[in-house]
T-cell receptor
Framework: QKEVEQNSGPLSVPEGAIASLNCTYS??????FFWYRQYSGKSPELIMS????GDKEDGRFTAQLNKASQYVSLLIRDSQPSDSATYLC???????????FGAGTRLTVKP | DGGITQSPKYLFRKEGQNVTLSCEQN?????MYWYRQDPGQGLRLIYY???????QKGDIAEGYSVSREKKESFPLTVTSAQKNPTAFYLC????????????FGPGTRLTVL
């Protein structure tokens, strides 16, 4: 079993819709969780971090964490074509210096 | 401007050659990392360093070497022992290890001819 799993997609949503990206992880003691956006040929850029169960909102982005279910998600409201990218989920494994990345979900927002 | 720089952006290597990828940061971060990204795959950790003159192997360190002589700099050498070095290489840094957010440089795309 992979430590961090994401649906590779592609996930396609129409402009203005809500995009829902999901990530599961295998290590119960993971403490910190991150979502990165990566445009084709570019490096990942941080969108959000979340450390506690529940929701965390930042503009059009909402991260949701459920440690009991070992699940973290990212919702993008009012999706724009500029949101089209690959979204990487990252999880700090064992609360140490070991960050694990999922393979990413490719999102396409169609005008 | 604070940030992480990597050079070169593109690098071509002949088989049997060693090449060194540069990574510099002026964020005053203690921890630095090197990742490799292959198409359709997540990032895999090559090496990381918590402090100057100290570094640790990641999951795929074979065929790679690093140094950390200055806090700002963490160069990666891809040696001829690395059998499949063609990939996108990403350097990152964070204030400290453990749970802190990692910030990435622009990356170096290495191609073996």
């Amino acid at each position: 079993q992979k430590e961090v799993e994401q649906n590779s997609g592609p996930l396609s949503v129409p402009e203005g819709a809500i995009a829902s990206l999901n990530c599961t992880y295998s290590d119960r003691v993971s403490q910190s969780f991150f979502w990165y956006r990566q445009y084709s040929g570019k490096s990942p850029e941080l969108i959000m971090s979340i450390y506690s169960n529940g929701d965390k909102e930042d503009g059009r982005f909402t991260a949701q964490l459920n440690k009991a279910s070992q699940y973290v998600s990212l919702l993008i409201r009012d999706s724009q074509p500029s949101d089209s990218a690959t979204y990487l989920c990252a999880v700090n494994i064992d609360n140490n210096n070991d960050m694990r990345f999922g393979a990413g979900t490719r999102l396409t927002v169609k005008p | 401007d604070g940030g992480i720089t990597q050079s070169p952006k593109y690098l071509f290597r002949k088989e049997g050659q060693n090449v060194t990828l540069s990574c510099e940061q002026n964020l005053n971060h203690d921890a630095m990392y090197w990742y490799r990204q292959d198409p359709g795959q997540g990032l895999r950790l090559i090496y990381y360093s918590q402090i100057v003159n100290d570094f640790q192997k990641g999951d795929i360190a074979e065929g790679y070497s690093v140094s950390r002589e200055k806090k700002e700099s963490f160069p990666l050498t891809v040696t001829s022992a690395q059998k499949n070095p063609t990939a996108f290489y990403l350097c990152a840094s964070s204030m400290w290890l453990s749970t802190d957010t990692q910030y990435f440089g622009p990356g170096t795309r290495l191609t073996v001819l």
